[in-house]
């Protein structure tokens, strides 16, 4: 099943929502100290951190997984 994700800006955070009350984010790594790396955070509250370059990746990657 598809859920149209609608995307909001909330305290310096990007929410990535479909409506279904907990909402992945992405925002500026506060430890980083630069504006180069992301910290990407699931559902669950689980996190990865990303430089710019890996975060702007993922839609070409997203891309090649539809191809596999």
Known sequence: MKFKSSIK???????????RGR???IK??????DTEHF???DDFGGSIKLDKEQLLS???????LDAI
């Open 23 to 25: 909402c992945p984010s």
């Open 58 to 64: 993922i839609k070409e990657a997203v891309k090649n």
């Open 39 to 41: 910290l990407l955070t």
């Open 9 to 19: 800006i909330q305290d310096k955070e990007i929410l990535l929502c479909c409506g």
């Open 28 to 33: 500026r790594d506060p430890r980083a100290g």
